[in-house]
């Protein structure tokens, strides 16, 4: 059975940090990209950051670039995100994704609050 399950998430100051983590099992791991994405109320889905396998390549979103990272680790199948300076507009519901050719999976997401 596949599984995603994010954790780390809270109630954070303005230009506090956070960092999130991405579970995996029931899929081979390292055969698959995984990417972040975040939901705020009221608004789309959108992706914030991407790492390939192999973790030889990353690309981010331009509201987190050079505030967030994303890496991997392929032996504990699992996926991180940092998140520094964090701002109250990165309030949201933050989403582990797998991806390979036209297989998808999601997790159950994780809030993440900005606010003084």
């Known amino acids: 059975q596949v599984q995603l399950v994010e954790s780390g998430g809270g109630l954070v100051q303005p230009g506090g940090s956070l960092r999130l983590s991405c579970a995996a099992s029931g899929f081979i791991f390292r055969l698959y990209d995984m990417s972040w994405y975040r939901q705020a109320p009221g608004k789309e889905r959108e992706w914030v950051a991407r790492?390939?396998?192999?973790?030889?390549?990353?690309t981010y979103a331009d509201s987190g670039k050079g505030r967030f990272t994303i890496s991997r680790d392929n032996a504990k199948m699992t996926v991180y995100l940092q998140m520094n300076s964090l701002k109250p507009e990165d309030t949201a519901v933050y989403y582990c994704n797998a991806q390979r050719r036209f297989q998808y999976y999601w997790g159950q997401g994780t809030q993440v609050t900005v606010s003084s």
């Open positions: 790492i390939v396998g192999t973790a030889s390549n990353t």
